[in-house]
């Protein structure tokens, strides 16, 4: 696919983004005083990656800077949304690759439900409500401490634990939570 450039809405002359998800700067600012001013100096910028899996993008000018999901810079760019959809969807549900060929704008509900999410977030239990995920607790050199029925029931029994955290660590996020390792229970995995 061959590379193109457009102008990023707000940031015109600034930053660019292209159709295959990458992000160029194309001027800098030199100096700290009244001849200060913005000079051509064309650069690639690497994102970083956020909480959620997905590339983000500092946008920096007149020395304000704000942060950006690339996919929805490309999206925006590239992607006519006459129905007005609010969100993007990553066809093959890899959230870095910000190509436009693997975007399409969608409703939260269709976004939802595509592709493999549902396996992902959990198994439903049989009275199809949401199951309550059992978390293993184990100490810091990984020596298991306890099964806890749920995150929130580790949370109301534990001063300071927080449920976010806690998901955070299962998901491979953070290392570790107020001392201590959490990964979920899988049903081959109970102890």
Same mark, same amino acid.
């Given at each position: ?7 990023? #809405? /707000?940031?015109?002359?600034?930053? &660019?983004?292209? !159709? ?6 194309? #001027?800098?600012?030199? /100096? ?6 913005? @000079?051509?100096? #064309? ?12 590339? $983000?993008?500092?946008? %920096?000018? =007149? /020395?304000?800077? $704000?942060?950006? $999901?690339? =996919?929805?810079? #490309? ?5 006519? +949304?006459? +129905?007005?959809?609010? &969100? ?8 870095? !690759? +910000? ?18 999410? /549902?396996?992902?977030?959990? @198994? ?12 293993? &607790? ?13 995150? &929130?029931?580790?949370?109301? *029994? ?16 953070? %290392? ?11 049903? *081959?995995?109970?102890?």
């Amino acid at each position: 696919m061959t590379e193109i450039w457009k102008d990023i #809405v /707000g940031y015109e002359g600034f930053y &660019q983004i292209s !159709n295959l998800g990458r992000v160029k700067r194309l #001027v800098s600012w030199r /100096g700290n005083d009244y001849s200060s001013r913005y @000079i051509p100096d #064309v650069k690639i910028v690497y994102p970083y990656i956020d909480n959620y899996g997905y590339e $983000r993008i500092g946008l %920096a000018v =007149h /020395g304000k800077c $704000r942060h950006f $999901r690339v =996919h929805q810079l #490309v999206a925006k760019a590239f992607i006519p +949304n006459p +129905n007005n959809y609010p &969100q993007i969807n990553h066809i093959d549900e890899d959230k870095t !690759n +910000n190509c436009v060929d693997n975007l399409e704008w969608c409703t939260q509900s269709y976004n939802n439900k595509y592709g493999t999410r /549902g396996k992902r977030i959990g @198994i439903t239990n049989h009275n199809g409500k949401g199951a309550k995920r059992s978390v293993l &607790q184990y100490d810091l050199d990984g020596n298991f401490i306890k099964r806890w029925k749920s995150m &929130q029931e580790a949370s109301d *029994n534990l001063v300071g634990v927080s449920v976010s955290k806690i998901c955070s660590c299962c998901r491979g996020d953070r %290392a570790h939570h107020r001392g201590f390792v959490w990964k979920y229970e899988f049903p *081959n995995e109970r102890l």
